[in-house]
């Protein structure tokens, strides 16, 4: 059977952006109007993949993408001290220098997150499954828990976004576990979902925002309750008074039980498991 000729006006239509299947159309599909789409999609994807891989609890670490090793944080300071010795009178070199010389004595919190991140993926808090350990995926104290648990052999999760500074993974994530956003809304969801605990190391507004959104969760009954624990409690109680905030009644003195303050990574993962031991999850859900 002879095949039929197609004409250079169809061909011309089967060329057009309309006629491309909706679902792939990245022009369409980038569209305002499409927007409830892609957080949808945003949503589905780590949801589906997560649930393939029976993933049910997370223990979430946050802090500071500025907290390197020591050996990375050595070289900072000789980088910058180095451009400032060619411009000595540049104003915000010398502020970058002082900058990443106070960082400098914080590199053992990078310590403790990889610490920490190796002996809760070890550990046992729940008996038919693993706390697994998830983070924004990006350098720092991101990098330290991810590390940590990759150290261990265990799979764990980095829940990246796109940013107009761009940062890529780092490379302790689980690829099958690497996930990367548009909407900072979205990946709050999954950092939340299926956290069994909140660990927080020092760290900026980032850090602050996700503590603080879950510290209001938990207070209003939306979460269940879980450990939230803040790693370094001269830090905290330097930057932020919560005392202060009780005394002035905006929150009662029943919230400041709502966290505790760890040092090291043994003692973070006591508390997780004493938490559980007193407040055991209902149906072991």
Request: aromatic share 10%; charged share 30%.
């Amino acid at each position: 059977m002879k095949k039929q000729k197609i004409s250079k006006e169809v061909m011309t239509l089967r060329r057009a952006k309309s006629y491309r299947k909706a679902y792939l159309d990245p022009d369409f599909l980038s569209s305002d109007e499409m927007r409830p789409v892609r957080l949808q999609l945003e949503l589905q994807k780590p949801e589906k993949i997560l649930a393939d891989h029976g993933v049910k609890s997370t223990v979430v670490v946050f802090g500071s993408a500025r907290i390197w090793d020591k050996d990375q944080s050595a070289g900072r300071v000789a980088e910058m001290k180095a451009l400032l010795k060619k411009d000595p009178q540049d104003a915000v070199l010398r502020n970058r220098v002082a900058s990443a010389e106070r960082l400098q004595k914080s590199t053992r919190y990078y310590d403790v997150a990889r610490d920490f991140g190796r002996l809760v993926s070890q550990s046992s808090v729940f008996p038919d499954r693993k706390l697994v350990v998830v983070t924004g995926g990006g350098p720092g104290i991101m990098e330290a828990a991810n590390r940590g648990a990759h150290d261990a052999g265990a799979k764990n999760i980095g829940l990246n976004i796109t940013l107009d500074m761009e940062q890529g993974p780092n490379p302790y994530i689980s690829p099958e576990f690497c996930f990367r956003f548009h909407y900072f809304a979205i990946r709050k969801m999954h950092f939340v979902m299926r956290a069994r605990a909140l660990v927080a190391f020092p760290g900026g507004f980032g850090t602050m925002d996700e503590l603080f959104e879950v510290l209001t969760l938990v207070q209003t009954g939306k979460k269940t309750r879980l450990p939230i624990i803040l790693v370094g409690k001269d830090y905290w109680t330097d930057v932020m008074n919560f005392e202060n905030m009780a005394k002035w009644g905006y929150i009662s003195k029943e919230d400041l039980k709502l966290f505790t303050f760890a040092e090291t990574g043994g003692e973070i993962l006591k508390q997780i498991e004493d938490f559980y031991r007193k407040y055991p999850l209902a149906n072991g859900k």
